[in-house]
């Protein structure tokens, strides 16, 4: 048991919290017993689980992973989980290898920064069978806080990390890019049942979408009689891939 | 200019965070510029305001709510405000008058909990212009959180509190009652262009719905090809919404 808080293997886990450091090592955390369910379901290496001596979910997890417990005080735990109220086991995975953009319907984000809004897409694109495709600029994906949001998603469906803001990247993999703002065609006018793949791309929360991308690619809208231009960016995302999903041949 | 933490006023401000004294008082705070404008063009009392001396944005706000501004210092608006990073302006608003619910589409939020969820909702509710109706159990819609969330849409749309939670409220004002969760009728299949107004029922984040009320009530679903049973409840409140709005008579 590990009642060190400045216990070197906790002093690793911890710089996992950094971007660069999950870069480094090709791992990072995931917190609680149904993400590390979720991890291992996909199919993800699970190098070391730590969780309280009270803590029963983290055995069976770590026999279905087929490793052992390390068990760890509660200030320990504390200091290598990132939520607020840690109730552990906070698990080290392996992040997936890098795979290349696939032919199929796909949500973009584009210099997305929101780590909540980022996990809500990747649960939804979960659900309704999108590839997560994220350029150069947005949020780590395998950030724990968008782990923690993405409630397994991460774990279902196909993320394409670090891709070049440009067109060329969606077009020369075959998919149709529609940038998503507030003063495109309305949605509800176009076909979405074409079997070429979709590409819905989702700007910055703040500043929206460069306008060079704009100018080159079918900008759509979802009407608001309310009268305002105002929509969670994960709730657009969300319901743009929803309406593909339906109408998808 | 105030700069002591511990001036009576500032005091009462701060009490506003605790959900019993906005009820006794019947006020709450906004925080920052945009939801200072917003409740300002929505119509809502302004009390007061207070602002950094460095903050232009206050003044104007000030001067289109026909009160002035009181200066504070750092650690008093720090005082007052609930955000990491407070930047001011904290204006005390009156919250509106309780309303009874209307026959028009609507969104029930019955027992959720999740302040940042529950703002979302209200937000695309205002969108796509849906009453919000919370049952007794829900969080405080007027809570600097769900606020945050919100976006300005607590100002552009009817939101009802307290309502009991049971389905006479509903049936009663004249609306049909939805529930939503993962297993039931595929709402691609409901014919949702009635002109009788819609009332979608979202349960709690963990709980979901009492079964006793979704064997009362026709239950509605997504459909999910991901396999999974995962959304976020804002989402799917979301993307029920938008099926209505996009097919309302």
Do not use: C
């Not at 950094?18 to 995931?30: E, I, P, Y």
């Not at 350029?135 to 991460?154: C, E, I, N, Q, Y």
């Not at 929206?208 to 969670?232: F, H, I, Q, Y």
């Amino acid at each position: 048991m590990i009642t060190s808080t400045r216990n070197q293997r906790i002093n690793e886990v911890r710089r996992l919290r950094r971007r660069r450091n999950r870069a480094v090592t090709g791992m990072t955390t995931v917190e609680g017993p149904f993400l590390l369910h979720e991890a291992i379901a996909g199919g993800v290496r699970v190098h070391e689980i730590f969780a309280l001596p009270s803590d029963d979910e983290a055995g069976l997890a770590a026999e279905n992973a087929g490793i052992g417990v390390t068990e760890v005080s509660v200030d320990v735990l504390q200091r290598i989980a990132t939520s607020v109220t840690p109730r552990g086991p906070v698990a080290v995975v392996d992040i997936p290898k890098p795979v290349p953009v696939a032919p199929t319907d796909s949500i973009v984000l584009w210099e997305m920064s929101d780590p909540g809004n980022v996990g809500t897409v990747i649960r939804t694109a979960a659900a309704f069978g999108f590839q997560v495709i994220a350029t150069k600029g947005s949020v780590d994906l395998w950030a724990p806080k968008v782990l923690r949001s993405g409630v397994g998603g991460h774990f279902r469906t196909e993320l394409v990390e670090n891709v070049a803001p440009s067109l060329d990247s969606l077009t020369g993999a075959g998919l149709v890019p529609l940038a998503t703002a507030a003063d495109g065609v309305d949605i509800a006018t176009v076909d979405l049942s074409d079997p070429a793949p979709a590409a819905f791309i989702v700007g910055n929360e703040a500043h929206g979408l460069p306008s060079a991308l704009r100018s080159k690619a079918t900008t759509v809208s979802l009407s608001m009689p309310g009268g305002t231009e105002s929509l969670n960016a994960a709730v657009s995302a969300s319901i743009f891939m929803y309406l593909r999903m339906s109408q998808r041949p």
